[in-house]
């Protein structure tokens, strides 16, 4: 029986690769494969990474966001793109975990720095049509766009859309 530690050298190793990775950010994934019924992942996060808005759609989908390390704004949208919330995962504020509901439009990103979140879904995971995942009214990662979207996401207030 193998015993998952998550200690300050596995962050550290975590976050190099993050660095290195084009996305900036690096997954390492807790659980055996696609078919496992809780799947578990880190994310490290890197400054500028840019996570386009996206949501779950398989019927048992939830999924639940704990912070490890730094701090995240998680940005929640309705259909039509404008932000419903901005929740701040922060040991500072002690809100360090999420769970959102299958179907929900988000994003999230560092605020200061690096970060690390540990994210926890039901299994198994199915790979879906992306015009299902991902929100079409939020730039494709790598385009010209996506960074200004990032930079809109990182300032947009309740009720704000994209344009």
């Known amino acids: 029986m193998l ?3 998550v200690d300050q050298f596995f962050l550290d190793k975590r976050q190099r690769a993050a660095k ?3 996305r900036l950010r690096a997954h390492h994934n807790f659980h055996e494969s696609s078919e496992s019924p809780v799947q578990r992942l880190s994310i490290a996060l890197q400054p500028d990474t ?3 808005p996206h949501r779950h759609v398989e019927f048992h989908q939830w999924e639940m ?3 490890l390390t730094g701090e995240v704004q998680l940005l929640v949208f309705d259909d039509s793109g404008a932000v419903t919330s901005r929740i701040l995962l922060s040991h500072k504020t002690r809100c360090v975990l999420v769970e959102l509901p299958v179907g929900t439009w ?3 990103f560092p605020v200061a720095g690096e970060a690390t979140i540990l994210e926890v879904k039901q299994g198994p995971y199915r790979a879906a049509k992306p ?3 991902f929100a079409p009214w939020a730039p494709e990662e ?3 766009a996506a960074q200004a979207c990032l930079s809109w996401m990182q300032q947009a207030e309740v009720g704000q859309r994209f344009v």
């Open 3 to 5: 015993i998952t530690q």
């Open 20 to 22: 290195l990775s084009p």
């Open 50 to 52: 840019y996570v386009r």
């Open 65 to 67: 966001i704990i912070l």
């Open 106 to 108: 988000h994003s999230l």
């Open 131 to 133: 015009e299902d995942v």
């Open 142 to 144: 790598g385009s010209d």
